[in-house]
């Protein structure tokens, strides 16, 4: 088998054998290092590569280059070698277009020049790149095919649970012949869609997403019934305690509901995360923490609803939707919390079909020429307008105050401020969304005047309120009056611990009022609604189930 390559663009040949001779002296023994010196050569030699089969592992472009810079060859590079990771070779002067291209073409990293000593500089880099390629890009491809209705909300949840989760596939909509081919030749019809037409030829008609987890090889059932810790959510809190109490040698299974990364799964790029100059994508972000949890040990089950938690002697015992029970000594509920439904006529009856929460990120090519609608003031929303600006001919921030500065952060409003095709509408907000099976057109209102006026819309993405997923938790342990779970000094109130809690101490930091039950990340009453404090708190809480386990 042929070795995987390096590839180094530069147009300077001084500069192109040096890197060339470097990454050699490392990597020559397990990778084939291919140099060349304009983008077009590179993707010359590229499509060369592709034709006999040999994969290309990284690629190192410099970002000054004549007739075709950098961001411009990898961006043409990604359609040729898909899989193949990214990384910019820039000057000082240039840091800020390596950033912005960080965000269009999804460079993994950026290198300054010179890179001397390599070892502190170059290696680092390369390797990670590297790590990150054997991890999702070495295998061949075996793509999943989904067959559905681009106005079908059982459609866009399908493709969107598959995006989520990492899994490849293909989508084809019955309305192209491909799509109506598929459909026939499975012996179905429009009312089975979504059709998810698995590796092996396997046909699912309009599958839960329990089904298509079991279907794609997500894990869904527990490999035992007893663990040290069951972590319940997969957002970056849930993830932080898995990684931390798989890596301190508890047996760890986190259950989460539809896939992990929560939130900030769906975020395009997260700028302000401590260690990440470049900014991170919550896919990137999530994918590296599931990595490093199943390197510990750490079980993941995917599609899972938790609907119980129960205290019997020492056990807590969780109860999923279909009946069954896992147990473990401690818990951390770390379940988030989800956008709040936007109140506005034709809204509920639109969800899946033009009107979306979140950033929905598989939207995205389908939002070409469109004028987009993003709802809410947040980072989130700020995160979803600077990405959607790629694809849309317009987009339009809706913000019910008089501005964004108490809800957004600084940098992000300076990136929508500097971006032609981004427009912000403060006191603004729906009264109405209207359309023909899908959505076409809003009624926005002028929350100062009560002026109503109708603009068309292709899409709309709300990114407002959050609202935890704590309904199943009443009678269990105590909430606050908006379903969030206080821990803690937040438990004992003029000196008093809340009632029915059995052990002569008071609740732990982040520990709920069932001892043993521990807190982490947005569900939590209080705590601060950022990816840093939420994975501080997942660790954090690690900490405490050991100190509990001590106590036992």
């Not at 899989?83 to 990293?109: E, P, W």
């Not at 059709?195 to 794609?216: F, Y």
Request: proline share 5%; aromatic share 6%.
């Amino acid at each position: 088998m042929a070795k995987p390559v390096l590839m180094t663009v530069d147009d300077d040949p001084g500069v192109s054998r040096s890197v060339a001779r470097d990454l050699r002296r490392r990597y020559g023994e397990e990778f084939r290092v291919v140099r060349a010196e304009s983008g077009h050569d590179a993707l010359d030699a590229l499509r060369e590569l592709a034709l006999r089969g040999e994969p290309v592992a990284a690629i190192l472009a410099d970002y000054r280059m004549p007739e075709m810079n950098g961001i411009d060859f990898l961006e043409a590079a990604m359609d040729i070698a898909p899989h193949a990771r990214r990384a910019l070779l820039t000057a000082y002067a240039d840091t800020d277009a390596a950033i912005r291209a960080i965000n269009v073409v999804d460079v993994d990293h950026y290198l300054l020049k010179p890179w001397d000593p390599p070892e502190e500089k170059l290696y680092p880099v390369i390797d990670a790149l590297v790590e990150t390629w054997r991890a999702v890009g070495v295998r061949p491809v075996e793509e999943t095919r989904l067959v559905g209705h681009r106005w079908s909300a059982e459609s866009f949840g399908a493709r969107d649970f598959l995006a989520r989760n990492s899994v490849p596939y293909r989508w084809y909509s019955i309305d192209e012949p491909e799509g109506a081919r598929l459909l026939e030749a499975a012996g179905a019809g429009p009312d089975d869609v979504p059709l998810l037409i698995t590796t092996d030829g396997t046909v699912l008609r309009n599958p839960s997403e329990s089904e298509i987890a079991g279907a794609v090889g997500l894990s869904t059932d527990p490999a035992i019934d007893f663990y040290d810790l069951i972590v319940i959510g997969g957002g970056p809190a849930g993830l932080g305690s898995a990684v931390y109490g798989a890596s301190e040698g508890l047996r760890t299974v986190l259950v989460e509901r539809q896939a992990t990364g929560g939130q900030a799964g769906q975020s395009s790029r997260i700028e302000n995360y401590l260690g990440f100059p470049d900014g991170v994508s919550g896919a990137q972000l999530t994918d590296r923490a599931r990595r490093q949890a199943a390197k510990f040990g750490a079980e993941v089950l995917t599609a899972r609803d938790v609907l119980g938690l129960e205290a019997r002697g020492s056990a807590r015992v969780v109860r999923f939707g279909d009946g069954s029970e896992i147990a473990a000594h401690a818990v951390v509920l770390a379940t988030g919390v989800s956008y709040r439904s936007l109140d506005a006529p034709g809204v509920t009856e639109l969800t899946g079909r033009g009107v979306y929460y979140g950033s929905a990120a598989t939207e995205a090519p389908a939002c070409a020429g469109q004028h987009v609608y993003i709802v809410g003031g947040a980072n989130s929303a700020g995160q979803a307008a600077v990405f959607f600006s790629r694809h849309a001919d317009t987009v339009t921030v809706l913000v019910r105050g008089s501005g964004l500065e108490a809800s957004m952060s600084t940098y992000l409003i300076k990136q929508l401020d500097a971006i032609d095709n981004v427009n912000v509408r403060t006191g603004t907000e729906v009264a109405q969304a209207c359309g023909d099976g899908h959505l076409q057109w809003l009624v926005l209102s002028d929350r100062a005047s009560g002026e109503k006026q109708e603009v068309e819309a292709g899409s709309m993405f709300v990114f407002i309120g959050a609202a935890p997923r704590t309904d199943w938790l009443d009678g269990v342990l105590v909430r606050d009056d908006r379903g969030f779970v206080p821990t803690g000094p937040d438990l004992v109130v003029g000196g008093e611990r809340p009632s029915g809690w059995p052990l002569d101490r008071d609740p732990y930091h982040l520990e709920s009022s069932v001892p043993g039950v521990f807190v982490a990340g947005d569900v939590r009453a209080e705590s601060v609604k950022r990816v840093a404090s939420a994975v501080g708190e997942g660790a954090m809480a690690v900490t405490l189930v050991h100190r509990y386990l001590a106590d036992q």
